[in-house]
């Protein structure tokens, strides 16, 4: 079932439950399905083309940002009677298909109504009874407020986190590490795991998700983290949440040696690792290590 990503005024279920009844409709939004977070997007305020001068909530392109929201199932005839508030009254809002991560670390696709653009939009300030609308609906859901507060005010938003986990060629001492410490981008490192499984593709490694096993790396705090991303993208052949990719990049949540545990972007090989040998140690330098030794012996003998 195509799954609708709310982030906005549709949060607040007693706002959109009166605006479905002034139309004599029901609300569409069924069943909620757990939180959200859509990659790569931050909030926005701009003009949504009813021309009443007011700011609407909207998303724009931000490399390595996320926007928190609900999942929603919805109901038989929903997403007519959705598209029906959403493009009311002159707005521009249209349907799009998006990739949305859940707690569980699924990627999921949705639907989600925006005018998405590349650059930050011109900034039009909101009414306040709007935007608390759409805070009262984040506060239900337990979802942040941060990003909003700094939206609605026409700032622009801190990053939601500045950290990446990395467990093969792009740790210290490894042979691309150099992306990550071109322009002094890293600002620590801490060794961490994730809970994973890992595979040999001859030469580098690749993770895939799983419950049983966890994989040794490197937490990596960096300045400057679009830029960091953007060049980690090229890298590991990241174009977008397909098959046609050779990783994706997603977020886990990764157990520092301190004790503590924080969210961190990863990237995971998007098709099936079946096909690879399992590294079961989940430590790519032992590995190699053992690997060289075992080619050592093989030619002395």
Sequence with gaps: MELYFAYGANLNKRECERWFRSQGLSNPLRKSCGRGRLPDME??????????GRGTVNLHFRRGQWVEGQLFELSPF?????????????????????????????????????????????????AEAYTSVILEGLDAFGLSRHQLDAAK???????????????????????????????????????ATVRADMVDLGGYPAAFRTENSQIQGELIRVRR????????????????????????????????????????WIYL?????????????????GHRRALNAMKHCTNSG
């Excluded at 909030?43 to 009443?52: K, N, R």
């Excluded at 999921?108 to 998405?116: D, F, K, R, S, T």
């Excluded at 093969?168 to 981008?185: C, I, V």
């Design 43 to 52: 909030l926005c305020f701009d003009d949504d083309g009813t021309g009443d």
């Design 78 to 126: 929903g997403w007519e009677v959705l598209n029906r508030k959403e493009s009311g009254d002159g707005r521009c809002c249209s349907p799009t298909c998006v990739h949305v991560f859940r707690d569980t670390g699924e990627v999921v696709e949705a639907v989600v109504y925006a005018l998405v653009t590349e650059g930050r939009p011109h900034f039009v300030r909101p």
């Design 153 to 191: 005010k026409g700032h622009v938003p801190p990053l939601m986190i500045d950290t990446v986990f990395v467990y093969g060629t792009l740790m210290q001492g490894q042979g691309n590490h150099g992306l990550l410490a071109e322009g002094a981008s890293v600002e620590s490192i801490t060794r």
């Design 225 to 264: 983290l679009e830029q960091v991303l953007r060049r980690l993208d090229g890298l590991e052949g990241f174009t977008g949440y397909h098959l046609d990719s050779l990783y994706h990049r997603v977020l886990a949540l990764v157990d520092v040696e301190t004790g503590l545990a924080c969210d961190a």
């Design 269 to 285: 090989l998007a098709g099936s690792w079946k096909n690879y040998p399992v590294i079961a140690s989940g430590d790519w330098r």
